[in-house]
């Protein structure tokens, strides 16, 4: 069979990226297949998969044995340029690790942006492939602009109290805050919610059993709840959250982009690399987007996040001028039709095969 549109999922947190635009796909219906990776030692994508019914296979090889007009990655694949079809770019996040996406514009056929600022950032940096660059929007933002989310059914399902604030926790694997956080950190904030949503290489990665320790430990109190490797999709968290923390993950932009208020943790545990060679540092976070962080409360110590915590839950409308003029840089048109204009674009290519689209 000849599909229209193979997305490779390397790992679970994809899903939320590319699940919009298998959507739009399948109402205009087109064959579709999902590749999962054979290579990490972990069922859930394929989980996520039989729960949604999504057409699967798994194991990488069958990239190269299959046919499809297009091939879809959220990482970079270096031997993309060895399938059979156009190979399509979509990072998945926008946060100041960016950067080191960027060399996939050199071997892939489209490389999607959400804003403008990725598309002149890239351009300036790659002028031979800038005719590779399309800028389209931020596909995991549509399902939380087209649909209104059950919160009831939400507190319900998260174990937590409607009548109190929530406090989202979004921290990165690398590098993190985790370590750095106070051991006690849910008994701080005894009055709200906590919701703690850690990377999931945080669970799935031995080097960082010491986050998990503390992420045990966390899941004791009674105001908090720690969600697991399971809880792969940000957006249902997003609607029911009053206030971010995070570190250097690009959540923090993407919560910003919703006008909400972030608390960006500059204090993290680093690997000792890092403090003997800090350009490691310099090279792994993109220093472009350092403006950006005007639209988030950045807290230098824990005591100082505390603080920044409590001032955005009081005032959380402070920056908001920020936060709305960034987020069309940072994401783009947020209207719910990322993922259309992906499958517009998709169907001018597979029209005319010899030009970029």
Known sequence: MKYFAVFYIEHAYYYPHFLPIYEVLKARGYEVCFV???????????????????????GESHLFEIESAFFLFANPFARAPELHGKTIFLEHGIGTKSNSFYPVVEYIDLYLVESRYKYERIASLYPAHKEKLHQVGYSKFDPIVNRQADKASLYQAYNLDPAKKTILYAPTFFPSSIEKMHRDFPKDFACYNILVKPHYFSYAIERYRAQRKRLEYWSQFENCTVLGIEAYDLIPLFAISDVMISDESSAM??????????????FYKLRLSYYLMPWKLKRRIDQQKDKYRQMLENADSYTQMCVLVEEALENPTKNSHLRRKYATEL???????????????????????????
């Not at 999962?36 to 798994?58: F, M």
């Not at 719910?336 to 517009?344: E, L, N, P």
Request: charged share 30%; aromatic share 4%.
């Open 36 to 58: 999962i990776s054979d290579k990490n030692g972990c069922d859930l994508p394929q989980r996520i998969a039989s729960t949604h019914e999504l057409p699967y296979l798994v």
């Open 331 to 357: 994401c783009g048109k947020i209207d719910g039709k990322a993922s259309t204009r992906i499958v517009d674009l998709m169907e001018r290519v597979a029209s005319h095969p010899d030009r970029a689209g």
């Open 253 to 266: 932009f993407e919560f910003a982009s919703l006008d909400k208020p972030v608390i960006s943790n500059r």
